[in-house]
C-alpha cells in the first residue's frame, strides 16, 4: 500500500498529549505543516483525558474537605462535609472538557491537521491510519514524531475487570465508593489515589513489594510523608506481595505473602492496581520502520530526540523514564525544533517532579539516595516547617525543605520539599541549578515574607551558619 507523493506530509506526530500537541504547536510556528493523530475528539492524551488533570481536580476537592475539618481545631465550625459522587465526578469532566475543548479551538485556529483515530507504520515513509471505523488509508510523510505515551501495567494471574480489579483511570470515574479498597503499589500514583479515596469516605489498605513508599525516594521525605499521614492507610502491607485473589459473597479475597514466607489472606471490596505503566506502542508497529527498541521496552532515541530512523523522532513516556507531561513537553518543543532544521539538543540539566498528595512531596536535582550510590560529595541543610510563620499560620508546620549542596563551590545540586504546595516551590531550584545558581545566591535572593517560599533562603541561611529562624548549629 504505497500513498500518493504530493500528499506527503511534511509532519506526522502521532498521540496528541502534553507532548504531542506541544510538539504540533512549535512546529506550525516553524513554519511546518502538520498532522496531529489521536484517538480522542480534541487534544490532550492520557494526562488531561484520564491522567494528571481529573487526578489533581479530585485531590483539590479532596483538600478543600479536608481543611474545613482540620479548621475545627482552629476554632471554625462546619456542617460535617457530604459527598455527592455523581456531582463530583461530573465537576472533573466539566474540568477535562474546559481544558481539552481549548486545545481544539487552538488547533482549528492554527489551522493543523487532525485526524481522530489512530495510525501504524508501514515503513519509514508511510503510516497506515485507521479512523475507527474500518476505514483505512495511507498517509506518507517527511518526518513523523511518536508521542503514544504508556499503559498501565498489569501483574501476572491478575487481570483488570473494570469493576472489582480497577486501574487508575477506572479510578476516576467515580461510579460508586468501596467500603474498603486495597491498593497495590506505594508509588505516587497509589499514594494519590488513596488520597483521594480516603478523602471521600473509602478505607483505603496499601501493599508494596520493596520496604518502603515511593521506591527511589529519600527516606526522610517519606518518614515526613508518613508522619503527616498517619490516618491515611488502615493496613500497610510493606516487602508483600499479593499471590491469589479469589472472589467469595461479593468479596474479593486476596492472599498475601511477605519477605518472611508467610501468607495470609484479607477480604476487601476493591482492588487497584497502581504497578507503574510500560511503553504503549504496539499497535504501532514501529519495527515496519526500521526503530529500535531497548531491553526495557523504550524507544531508543538521541540528544535530539531522533530514533535509530533519523526522520522519525520520538518524546515522552515511551522513551523512557521520568514519565512526567513537563519532560514530554520539553522534549516535544525540542522534536518540534529539530524537525524543522534547527540545531538543538536536549540540555535540561533538571526535571522537577511533584507527588500530590496532602502534604506534597517535591524533588529537584540530585537525591541524597543517588549521590551515596554515585559517591558525589555534597553536604546538607534542611529548615522544618514548624519554624515557618507562613507554614504554621496554615497549621502545616510538618515538613522542610532540604537544599543539598556542592562543598567546593556552593552551587546547588538539588532540592527535596515537604509541605502544603511543595510543587510550586520547586521550580525555583529547577532554575538555580540551571543557572549555576550558589546556596550564597539564594540567600541574598529577598523573598516575601511572610510565605513559604521564605523557606528556600532560610534553607540557605542554615547551610550558611547564619539562620533566621532556628537555633544555630555546627555543620
Same mark, same amino acid.
Given at each position: 500500500?504505497?500513498?500518493?507523493?504530493?500528499?506527503?506530509?511534511?509532519?506526522?506526530?502521532?498521540?496528541?498529549?502534553?507532548?504531542?500537541?506541544?510538539?504540533?504547536?512549535?512546529?506550525?510556528?516553524?513554519?511546518?505543516?502538520?498532522?496531529?493523530? $489521536?484517538? =480522542?475528539?480534541?487534544?490532550?492524551?492520557?494526562?488531561?483525558?484520564?491522567?494528571?488533570?481529573?487526578?489533581?481536580?479530585?485531590?483539590?476537592?479532596?483538600?478543600?474537605?479536608?481543611?474545613?475539618?482540620?479548621?475545627?481545631?482552629?476554632?471554625?465550625?462546619?456542617?460535617?462535609?457530604?459527598? $455527592? #459522587?455523581?456531582?463530583?465526578?461530573?465537576?472533573?469532566?466539566?474540568? *477535562?472538557?474546559? #481544558?481539552?475543548?481549548? #486545545?481544539?479551538?487552538? !488547533?482549528? /485556529?492554527?489551522?493543523?491537521?487532525?485526524?481522530?483515530?489512530?495510525?501504524?507504520?508501514?515503513?519509514?515513509?508511510?503510516?497506515?491510519?485507521?479512523?475507527? &471505523?474500518?476505514?483505512?488509508?495511507?498517509?506518507?510523510?517527511?518526518?513523523?514524531?511518536?508521542?503514544?505515551?504508556?499503559?498501565?501495567? @498489569?501483574?501476572?494471574?491478575?487481570?483488570?475487570?473494570?469493576?472489582?480489579?480497577?486501574?487508575?483511570?477506572? %479510578? #476516576?470515574?467515580?461510579?460508586?465508593?468501596?467500603?474498603?479498597?486495597?491498593?497495590?503499589?506505594?508509588?505516587?500514583?497509589?499514594?494519590?489515589?488513596?488520597?483521594?479515596?480516603?478523602?471521600?469516605?473509602?478505607? !483505603?489498605? !496499601?501493599?508494596?513489594?520493596?520496604? &518502603?513508599?515511593?521506591?527511589?525516594?529519600?527516606?526522610?521525605?517519606? /518518614?515526613?510523608?508518613?508522619?503527616?499521614?498517619?490516618?491515611?492507610?488502615? =493496613?500497610?502491607?510493606?516487602?508483600?506481595?499479593?499471590?491469589?485473589?479469589?472472589? =467469595?459473597?461479593?468479596?474479593?479475597?486476596?492472599?498475601?505473602? &511477605?519477605?518472611?514466607?508467610?501468607?495470609?489472606?484479607?477480604?476487601?471490596?476493591?482492588?487497584?492496581?497502581?504497578?507503574?505503566?510500560?511503553?504503549?506502542?504496539?499497535?504501532?508497529?514501529?519495527? +515496519?520502520?526500521?526503530?529500535?527498541? $531497548?531491553?526495557?521496552?523504550?524507544?531508543?532515541?538521541?540528544?535530539?530526540?531522533?530514533?535509530?530512523?533519523? &526522520?522519525?523522532?520520538?518524546?515522552?513516556?515511551?522513551?523512557? =523514564?521520568?514519565?512526567?507531561?513537563?519532560?514530554?513537553?520539553?522534549?516535544?518543543?525540542?522534536?518540534?525544533? !529539530? %524537525?524543522?532544521?534547527?540545531?538543538?539538543?536536549?540540555?535540561?540539566?533538571?526535571?522537577?517532579?511533584?507527588?500530590?498528595?496532602?502534604? @506534597?512531596?517535591?524533588?529537584?536535582?540530585?537525591?541524597?539516595?543517588?549521590?551515596?550510590?554515585?559517591?558525589?560529595?555534597?553536604?546538607?541543610? +534542611?529548615?522544618?516547617?514548624?519554624?515557618?510563620?507562613?507554614?504554621?499560620?496554615?497549621?502545616?508546620?510538618?515538613?522542610?525543605?532540604?537544599?543539598?549542596?556542592?562543598?567546593?563551590?556552593?552551587?546547588?545540586?538539588?532540592?527535596?520539599?515537604?509541605?502544603?504546595?511543595?510543587?510550586?516551590?520547586?521550580?525555583?531550584?529547577?532554575?538555580?541549578?540551571?543557572?549555576?545558581?550558589? *546556596?550564597?545566591?539564594?540567600?541574598?535572593?529577598?523573598?516575601?515574607?511572610?510565605?513559604?517560599? @521564605?523557606?528556600?533562603?532560610?534553607?540557605? @541561611?542554615?547551610?550558611?551558619?547564619?539562620?533566621?529562624?532556628?537555633?544555630?548549629?555546627?555543620?
Amino acid at each position: 500500500m504505497q500513498g500518493n507523493k504530493k500528499n506527503e506530509r511534511d509532519l506526522v506526530i502521532i498521540g496528541a498529549g502534553p507532548g504531542g500537541y506541544r510538539a504540533a504547536f512549535m512546529a506550525d510556528d516553524l513554519g511546518l505543516k502538520v498532522t496531529l493523530i $489521536d484517538p =480522542e475528539a480534541n487534544p490532550g492524551g492520557e494526562c488531561l483525558y484520564r491522567g494528571c488533570i481529573p487526578t489533581k481536580a479530585l485531590l483539590h476537592l479532596v483538600k478543600i474537605r479536608q481543611w474545613a475539618l482540620e479548621a475545627e481545631e482552629m476554632g471554625m465550625h462546619f456542617k460535617h462535609p457530604t459527598i $455527592d #459522587l455523581r456531582r463530583i465526578a461530573g465537576w472533573k469532566e466539566e474540568v *477535562v472538557k474546559k #481544558l481539552t475543548g481549548g #486545545l481544539g479551538q487552538i !488547533v482549528k /485556529s492554527r489551522k493543523i491537521e487532525y485526524l481522530k483515530g489512530t495510525a501504524r507504520f508501514e515503513d519509514e515513509r508511510h503510516l497506515i491510519f485507521s479512523d475507527g &471505523n474500518g476505514k483505512e488509508r495511507t498517509l506518507p510523510f517527511k518526518q513523523a514524531i511518536i508521542a503514544t505515551g504508556t499503559r498501565a501495567r @498489569e501483574l501476572p494471574g491478575i487481570s483488570m475487570d473494570g469493576k472489582d480489579i480497577i486501574g487508575s483511570t477506572r %479510578a #476516576l470515574d467515580l461510579e460508586d465508593l468501596p467500603g474498603h479498597m486495597l491498593i497495590i503499589g506505594g508509588g505516587y500514583i497509589g499514594l494519590e489515589m488513596a488520597t483521594i479515596y480516603r478523602g471521600l469516605g473509602s478505607r !483505603v489498605s !496499601v501493599t508494596e513489594l520493596t520496604r &518502603n513508599f515511593m521506591p527511589g525516594m529519600d527516606g526522610d521525605l517519606v /518518614s515526613a510523608f508518613k508522619r503527616a499521614t498517619k490516618e491515611l492507610f488502615e =493496613e500497610i502491607y510493606m516487602e508483600t506481595s499479593v499471590k491469589e485473589v479469589n472472589r =467469595e459473597d461479593g468479596k474479593l479475597q486476596v492472599r498475601f505473602g &511477605n519477605k518472611e514466607g508467610k501468607s495470609f489472606e484479607k477480604q476487601y471490596d476493591r482492588i487497584l492496581l497502581a504497578v507503574g505503566a510500560k511503553p504503549d506502542h504496539s499497535k504501532l508497529s514501529p519495527e +515496519k520502520a526500521g526503530i529500535e527498541i $531497548d531491553e526495557q521496552g523504550f524507544i531508543r532515541v538521541d540528544g535530539r530526540q531522533r530514533t535509530s530512523r533519523k &526522520n522519525i523522532l520520538a518524546i515522552g513516556d515511551v522513551t523512557g =523514564e521520568p514519565q512526567l507531561a513537563h519532560r514530554a513537553m520539553y522534549q516535544g518543543r525540542l522534536a518540534a525544533e !529539530v %524537525a524543522a532544521g534547527r540545531n538543538s539538543d536536549y540540555d535540561a540539566q533538571v526535571i522537577p517532579a511533584i507527588v500530590y498528595t496532602e502534604p @506534597e512531596i517535591a524533588v529537584c536535582g540530585l537525591t541524597e539516595n543517588r549521590a551515596r550510590e554515585e559517591s558525589i560529595e555534597y553536604e546538607k541543610a +534542611k529548615f522544618p516547617w514548624g519554624a515557618s510563620g507562613r507554614a504554621v499560620s496554615m497549621n502545616g508546620g510538618q515538613g522542610f525543605t532540604k537544599l543539598l549542596v556542592d562543598p567546593g563551590s556552593g552551587q546547588i545540586l538539588g532540592a527535596g520539599i515537604v509541605g502544603t504546595s511543595a510543587g510550586d516551590l520547586i521550580p525555583e531550584i529547577a532554575l538555580a541549578i540551571e543557572m549555576g545558581a550558589t *546556596v550564597t545566591d539564594l540567600s541574598l535572593t529577598i523573598h516575601p515574607h511572610p510565605t513559604l517560599s @521564605e523557606t528556600l533562603p532560610e534553607a540557605a @541561611e542554615i547551610y550558611l551558619g547564619h539562620p533566621g529562624h532556628t537555633l544555630k548549629k555546627k555543620r
